[in-house]
């Protein structure tokens, strides 16, 4: 297999464009899961279609992710829809490339450092029991959107210091604002999209607010916005307001959205698979952890560790990467990838190979025990976070989030999904339940 700068003219990789125009777009939409299956077993793990308006590469398994990762600022830059583009913002890293994404990525993982993470522990925690208590009264509920709520909770408490249970209204112009970002960036008035241009608005109008308060009162909760207002780079140089006010609402979305989605998935296997909640169950009983959680206590969870990665592996929330166009014409496994084409690769199926995953459908989190390590034996076998320059930068935020709500949840509480509900998974933009997880919950012993 070659990776180099073409210098020849090998074929490009199999596959149709379909229609003129549309591409094949409309059956990709239609039904993305099925449609990237049906083409890798024809084609193999690198293919061509026509997708958005472009002609497009997609690449499965870890050794085109290593590619891809490896050859990113060389090859390849990274693209989004216009939505996204005015909605995020130009100072949000997710729009920088080179050396201005490098720098910006180091400031911001100031808030994300072992010793800012261990400060939020409590906090997840308080929030956490909070919305166990309430589920535990409501007894049945449709998970998806308490979960949205109990995420947005957390990132907004953690990175603006804000509870959104007592501010209805910033969840209802944050909802709005994040619907506009999957939208067609078409303004106008009622539309999606210009209504998420409004949201934004109003939202940074919010972080102003609360930026004016850690500048009036530097005492105030230690959060993420305070961080990244101290954070400094190696000149000694402060982020801008406005980056400032970008890159929160990229974390937003980064620390909510994705979190909900594997969330979800955690509780629907664990519903599926009795076997998996007993022994991770059993696992917390034999440890017998006293309330607050810390991170010394969480790492001794080496069997939720497992189930964790497996949901991950099994669910990721996000199926496949954001495009990056070409910005280098490259070889990948003797084709050409040209140069002005997108190209970007499926996480999903990396997760389903067969030579890596003995019966990959099934859920089984002993692939991640000590002795098989899996996600070890070879880079890029286990993706749920991305990898390489763009990887997930609060990784290690949502590892904590999942394992102390998976930690107090399993512990003390019981559920059983309802009968006769849809559990197909629409995929884009996040996974999630087509009828959103309904189940029936309650405390342990306390069932009738």
Not at 106 to 113: C, E, I, P
Request: aromatic share 8%; hydrophobic share 40%.
């Amino acid at each position: 297999m070659t990776t180099t700068i073409v210098k020849h003219s090998p074929p490009l990789p199999p596959g149709s464009f379909g229609l003129p125009i549309i591409g094949e777009t409309i059956s990709y939409l239609r039904a993305p899961g099925r449609f990237i299956e049906q083409r890798q077993k024809r084609y193999g793990t690198i293919f061509k279609t026509h997708l958005f308006g472009r002609p497009t590469v997609v690449l499965i398994g870890a050794q085109a992710s290593r590619f891809l990762f490896t050859s990113e600022s060389q090859h390849f830059a990274i693209t989004h829809p216009l939505s996204f583009e005015v909605l995020l913002g130009s100072n949000s890293m997710g729009m920088k490339t080179g050396i201005p994404h490098q720098n910006l990525r180091k400031q911001l993982s100031q808030a994300f450092q072992p010793r800012s993470l261990a400060g939020y522990a409590s906090t997840m925690e308080e929030i956490t029991r909070s919305y166990l208590h309430k589920w535990e009264r409501l007894g049945t509920l449709t998970w998806y959107p308490e979960l949205k709520k109990y995420t947005l909770d957390v990132a907004c408490k953690l990175l603006v210091g804000v509870d959104t249970a007592s501010d209805e209204n910033l969840e209802k112009v944050y909802e709005i604002w994040g619907e506009g970002l999957a939208s067609a960036p078409i303004r106008l008035p009622g539309t999606k999209f210009d209504r998420a241009v409004h949201a934004r608005k109003q939202l940074l109008s919010r972080i102003d607010e609360m930026i004016h308060q850690r500048q009036q009162n530097p005492s105030l909760a230690q959060d993420v916005l305070r961080i990244l207002l101290q954070a400094r780079d190696e000149e000694g140089n402060r982020l801008s307001l406005e980056e400032v006010k970008d890159n929160v609402l990229g974390l937003l979305v980064a620390g909510h959205e994705t979190l909900t989605s594997a969330l979800t998935s955690l509780c629907l296997l664990l519903a599926q698979h009795p076997d998996v909640l007993q022994a991770a169950r059993a696992e917390q009983e034999r440890l017998g952890f006293i309330e607050p959680l810390t991170q010394e206590h969480l790492k001794q969870m080496t069997y939720l560790e497992q189930v964790l990665k497996e949901v991950l592996r099994v669910m990721p929330p996000v199926v496949r990467s954001g495009p990056r166009k070409v910005i280098e014409p490259c070889e990948f496994s003797g084709y050409l990838i040209p140069k002005g084409w997108d190209v970007f690769y499926q996480i999903q199926e990396t997760h389903q190979d067969s030579n890596v995953y003995a019966q990959p459908e099934r859920f089984d989190p002993q692939r991640f025990a000590p002795e098989q390590a899996l996600d070890k034996q070879k880079v890029f076998n286990h993706i749920p976070f991305g990898g390489g320059i763009r990887e997930c930068l609060g990784k290690d935020f949502a590892r904590l989030e999942m394992k102390l709500f998976a930690a107090l949840l399993i512990r003390e509480y019981d559920w059983e999904l309802l009968p006769r509900q849809n559990l197909e998974r629409i995929l884009l933009p996040f996974s999630r339940p087509r009828e959103g997880l309904k189940v029936k919950f309650w405390r342990l012993k306390q069932r009738d």
